[in-house]
Nanobody, 122 residues
Framework: QVQLVESGGGLVQAGGSLRLSCAASGISFILSAMGWYRQAPGKQRELVATITATEITTYAEDVKGRFTISRTISRDGDKNTVFLQMNTLKPDDTAVYYC????????????WGRGTQVTVSS
């Protein structure tokens, strides 16, 4: 059973930094990619950043240059951890951030974390 454990959210002042982590275990399928999405109050969930199994990264336009996604794989291959380093945070970055892990086909292998709150004060 796939488990995603997120950590690292919190309250920070504008201009500050936070680092989110998501440890994924129990993956029994071929991993396609891992990523972070966010959902602000009253808005739809949106893509923040993704990283594929071959380390190709994508970013939402408004986080480019400020956020960095990366990942590690445990020696036994059982645990994949994805990180989101968030610098120069803005109040508009305030949202619940969700970890997402998927395989192929995504409709069959698509898992979400519970979310972690990030609040940026002005």
């Amino acid at each position: 059973q796939v488990q995603l454990v997120e950590s690292g959210g919190g309250l920070v002042q504008a201009g500050g930094s936070l680092r989110l982590s998501c440890a994924a275990s129990g993956i029994s399928f071929i991993l396609s990619a891992m990523g972070w999405y966010r959902q602000a109050p009253g808005k739809q969930r949106e893509l923040v950043a993704t990283i594929t199994a071959t380390e190709i990264t994508t970013y939402a336009e408004d986080v480019k240059g400020r956020f960095t996604i990366s990942r590690t794989i445990s020696r036994d291959g059982d645990k994949n951890t994805v990180f989101l380093q968030m610098n120069t945070l803005k109040p508009d970055d305030t949202a619940v951030y969700y970890c997402n892990v998927w395989g192929y086909p995504r409709i069959r292998h698509n898992y979400w974390g519970r979310g972690t709150q990030v609040t940026v004060s002005s």
